[in-house]
C-alpha cells in the first residue's frame, strides 16, 4: 500500500522556519522525483520545489527560491522541506508529491499538512 505521510507543519511568526518531512512507503521511493506542492486559500495548488531521484536536480518556484530547500534521504524514504523566511503568503495546505514516469506515470499524493504563518 502507497502511503506519503507528511508532518513538521504548524503555526509560525513571519520570519520563523518550519521543517515539512514526508515519509514514503509501499513504493521504490529511490527511482522517483518527490515534489512539494502547496495550496493557499482560494489559491490553485502550485508547485512549490521538487528534487530528482538521486537528489542531484532541484527546481523551485520562484516565490521561494532563496529561502526553501527541498532534501531527500533514500535510505530513509523520506523528503525534506527547509522553509525560512516565511511570510504570511506562505500560508497554505503543503502536500507531498512522488512521481515517475516510464512509458506509464505513477503519480502519488500525500494528505497534506497545514502551515500558517501568522503574528
Known amino acids: 500500500q502507497v502511503q506519503l505521510v507528511e508532518s513538521g507543519g504548524g503555526l509560525v511568526q513571519p520570519g520563523g522556519s518550519l521543517r515539512l518531512s514526508c515519509a514514503a512507503s509501499?513504493?521504490?521511493?529511490?527511482?522517483?522525483?518527490m515534489s512539494w506542492y502547496r495550496q493557499g486559500p482560494e489559491k490553485e495548488r502550485e508547485l512549490v520545489a521538487q528534487?530528482?531521484?538521486?537528489?542531484?536536480?532541484?527546481n523551485y518556484a520562484d516565490s521561494v527560491k532563496g529561502r526553501f530547500t527541498i532534501s531527500r534521504d533514500n535510505a530513509k524514504n523520506t523528503v525534506f522541506l527547509q522553509m525560512n523566511s516565511l511570510k504570511p503568503e506562505d500560508t497554505a495546505v503543503y502536500y507531498c508529491?512522488?512521481?515517475?514516469?516510464?512509458?506509464?506515470?505513477?503519480?502519488?499524493w500525500g494528505q497534506g499538512t497545514q502551515v500558517t504563518v501568522s503574528s
Open positions: 508529491n512522488a512521481r515517475r514516469s516510464l512509458g506509464t506515470t505513477y503519480d502519488y
Open positions: 509501499g513504493f521504490a521511493f529511490s527511482s522517483y522525483a
Open positions: 528534487i530528482g531521484s538521486l537528489g542531484l536536480l532541484t
